[in-house]
């Protein structure tokens, strides 16, 4: 029986090539979008999903309670006594049996955040991005040691962990890495206790190197950062109850004179990288959501495939009834033709899915690229073909399910007198189907305007100084001596192309130091000592501050706007010890009226407002602008060094900066980054979404034409007497092609009312995850529902016109 649907069914799909072609298209199509997403998300959810803890791994976050709202964050709390920093769970293992193991990872650690640091065996000097962590580290998480020993190779404080990557290349192989002594920074010698595997690309930290993180607050320069803490529980753990202990151990070591409140709490790690967002105070969103949108796209498009095989199926059906007829009168019984049915559509989904596989090896290249990953397809892999084997069965049942079933509940009686009458219901869902499909393909096209429009709109916003022609590169080595630096800027300051050179504590994109007293952390010092205070403090008022320190020209370099006083001057002599400027956000949240002249108190420095800044983003446009607080200090040991150049003569400009860079600054390689370059990069996830909606809503519309093509077809072929009689009568053929398409364009304005509210819904959420964005105009609606309408009446008329123009002879003859 089964070797006899087969048999049948490969006759169908070889009679019936040009069909069974669109077919096998449409479910290709649809089947290689749904494999290349859910290859996708299956990556994204395998990111931090891989140590063999897993299920006991649990980050902390921080959630502080203030009269400004919650405000979370995964930062540990941290008390000063003794000149010392502290985390107050450093000995919570103690207190709460639960606790089988802690480590502590820094996320940020000193000015300028995120760059490379210098490490140096002999001749050879590398800059390479590394991180702290606790002796715990590796013992917890599952990163393979090559050589050295997982329980000790973060002990000491002047123990180091390399990479296999780092290993190789300053001793030519883990082995002989072990026990060698590294400089860093040409300040500290470092000695090699372990060498640990290459990072995976499934896991959300990047590090070639850890040092013990008690070392860098004791040895190295420390700054500031986040100090991200991870708790092994005993397996079957009680994890609210974990929580409930921890707050209650942390609660007395808190300073309880504080105007707000902390409470911690515990968030699976394995969560970290797609639940990464807070919501008032908690972990919420992230990348989670577009792996949510991404997968429903995927099912959609599958569905819309479905969808069109049906469709196609239904327009061939008049010529199928008198076979579905003959073979009911000769004894065939209805579950027999509904498996041939289903055996035709089975057939094709198979063949779709070997050309989807094809399909698949030819375009992940180019998704990898376009999406930054790596994933390659698993073919060798038993469950994979499991898993193609179960999407080219359900697909094929899904979209053979309606032809199926209706073929086979024809009459002979009325078939064979060439009566194939459809009840309205059946019409109805036809229609349904249609507007459905097109439905879906209008959202899809709509979200890719909103997402592209955004993502245009951040990367060209007028950020409030100027991103172009600008570089930087990180004040180190010599050049954290004043004198150097003044040398530097100097001889710089005289190369052709170079306009200007000054300094800052912070790159000017990506501020990510606060001293915020809304999260409670004092981040560097005694909390009294970083606490700013002003003129007119109600008390008890609370205000984050992003602060930075600056050069004399800095507001000259960035083109920035003084809306009310005046800019640093080396003529005050005053200004580097007493001056500050602010910006209007500031003022307006310092509660002051006139600034001007009013003292301001902050790192043990006090002195007087003597301008006010015009608002400008000093980091991601997700964020609200901040209350920003400059001071002057040239001889800041850390920090960036700023370069303007000329349009057009950046790269003579670098040229001879780098020569006067190894003049004075031998020992480090010369690092620098364009401003624009790293602003758009914290878009990246953006970028990724407007190719991929791109893509998936071209793909959506050429799917859903394909389903448009076959209902046209469906009617076309049903009215074929109809359309005969009329061009007997004198139709011309742009009647019968309008004839044909009233109906059709009436699908596709239903389906445009129908997805419009719902886009609008969707987009206006995720729209709200940024502090500056775009208005939901109504020409974004408008076009998209024009370019679906011009699709689809192109497609139309290719077949209309193709009716219009028969010959009515041939459609009249049997009458």
């Not at 172009?468 to 954290?480: D, K, S």
């Not at 044909?740 to 389906?751: G, M, N, W």
Request: charged share 20%; aromatic share 12%.
């Amino acid at each position: 029986m089964l070797r006899h649907y087969f048999t049948v069914a490969l006759r169908q799909v070889l009679r019936h090539k040009a069909f069974s072609a669109i077919n096998v298209i449409g479910l290709a199509m649809g089947m290689t979008c749904c494999m290349t997403i859910f290859l996708w998300v299956i990556d994204e959810q395998a990111v931090d999903n891989f140590h063999a803890k897993g299920d006991q791994l649990y980050n902390i976050y921080m959630t502080v309670h203030a009269r400004s709202g919650n405000q979370g964050s995964y930062n540990t709390p941290r008390n000063y006594r003794d000149n010392k920093t502290y985390l107050v769970v450093d000995d919570a293992k103690t207190s709460i049996p639960e606790i089988k193991g802690m480590a502590f990872y820094a996320t940020g650690y000193s000015l300028p955040w995120g760059h490379p640091e210098t490490f140096q065996v002999g001749d050879k000097k590398h800059k390479l991005e590394g991180s702290r962590a606790s002796a715990d580290f590796f013992t917890m998480f599952s990163f393979p040691i090559l050589a050295g020993d997982a329980n000790t190779a973060l002990k000491d404080l002047s123990s180091i962990a390399l990479s296999r990557k780092m290993a190789v290349l300053f001793f030519g192989s883990p082995e002989n890495a072990i026990g060698k002594s590294i400089r860093y920074e040409n300040k500290i010698d470092f000695q090699v206790t372990a060498v640990f595997e290459d990072l995976t690309p499934h896991t959300s930290w990047k590090f070639d190197f850890l040092v013990n993180w008690e070392s860098h607050m004791t040895r190295m320069d420390w700054a500031s950062g986040i100090m991200q803490t991870t708790l092994l529980l005993s397996e079957g753990a009680n994890v609210e109850d974990v929580t409930h202990k921890l707050n209650v151990f942390v609660k007395s070591r808190l300073d309880k004179d504080q105007p707000f409140s902390v409470t911690l709490g515990l968030q699976p790690f394995r969560d970290q990288y797609l639940k990464a967002n807070f919501t008032d105070g908690k972990p919420s969103g992230g990348r989670i959501e577009y792996v949510r949108i991404f997968s429903g796209v995927a099912v959609f498009i599958l569905i819309i495939a479905c969808i069109n095989f049906m469709n196609l199926a239904t327009a061939r059906s008049v010529k199928r009834a008198k076979e579905v007829g003959v073979r009911k009168v000769i004894g065939s019984p209805r579950h027999y033709l509904i498996g041939q049915f289903f055996g035709e559509s089975l057939l094709l989904s198979f063949l779709a899915l070997a050309v989807s596989l094809v399909l698949l090896q030819f375009l992940l290249p180019l998704f990898n690229q376009v999406t930054g990953k790596h994933i390659v397809a698993p073919i060798t892999d038993g469950f994979t073909w499991l898993g193609l084997v179960g999407l080219a069965f359900v697909t094929g049942i899904m979209a053979g399910s309606y032809p199926a079933l209706f073929l086979s509940s024809l009459k002979p009686v009325n078939v064979l007198k060439g009566v194939v009458q459809f009840t309205q219901n059946a019409i109805w869902f036809r229609k349904g189907l249609a507007v459905f499909q097109f439905g879906l393909s209008i959202l899809l096209l709509i979200a890719t305007i909103v997402v592209s429009q955004q993502t245009s709109f951040l990367q060209h916003m007028n950020l409030g100084y100027d991103k172009e022609n600008l570089f930087y590169f990180p004040i180190e080595g010599e050049l954290a001596k004043y004198d150097k630096f003044q040398a530097l800027k100097q001889k710089a300051a005289q190369l052709p192309g170079v306009m200007m050179v000054d300094r800052s504590s912070e790159a000017p994109h990506a501020m990510g130091f606060v001293v915020d007293e809304d999260d409670g952390v004092a981040e560097t010092q005694n909390p009294d000592d970083t606490a700013i205070k002003w003129e007119g403090r109600d008390k008890g008022s609370m205000v984050g501050f992003k602060p930075t320190s600056v050069g004399f020209d800095f507001v000259k370099l960035m083109n920035l706007d003084i809306v009310e006083g005046r800019d640093f001057s080396r003529a005050n002599a005053t200004d580097s010890a007493d001056a500050f400027l602010v910006n209007e956000q500031a003022v307006k949240e310092m509660g002051l009226k006139d600034p001007i002249g009013k003292w301001v108190s902050a790192w043990q420095k006090k002195g007087h407002i003597i301008g006010v800044l015009k608002d400008y983003n000093t980091n991601s446009l997700r964020e609200r602008i901040r209350p920003l607080i400059v001071d002057v200090k040239e001889y800041e040991y850390f920090g960036v060094i700023l370069v303007r150049t000329e349009a057009g003569k950046t790269r003579e400009a670098l040229a001879g900066l780098e020569k006067i860079y190894k003049e004075i600054n031998p020992n480090y390689p010369f690092d620098f980054r364009f401003v624009d370059e790293e602003y758009n990069k914290m878009y990246r996830n953006e970028q990724v979404m407007t190719k991929l909606s791109n893509a998936f809503a071209a793909l959506a519309i050429v799917v859903s034409c394909l389903g448009l093509l076959g209902l046209v077809m469906f009617s076309a072929e049903q009215r074929t007497r109809e359309i005969g009689i009329r061009k007997a009568l004198g139709a011309t053929v742009a009647n019968i092609v309008g004839l044909l398409s009233q109906d059709f364009v009436k699908i596709v304005a239903l389906s445009f009312l129908v997805a419009t509210p719902i886009a609008a819904y969707l987009m206006h959420q995720w729209l709200n995850g940024f502090a500056f964005k775009i208005d939901l105009s109504w020409w974004i609606f408008a076009f998209a529902g024009i370019v679906a309408l011009c699709v689809a009446l192109l497609t139309i008329s290719f077949q209309a016109i193709q009716s219009a123009r028969a010959n009515p002879v041939d459609s009249l003859r049997s009458e």
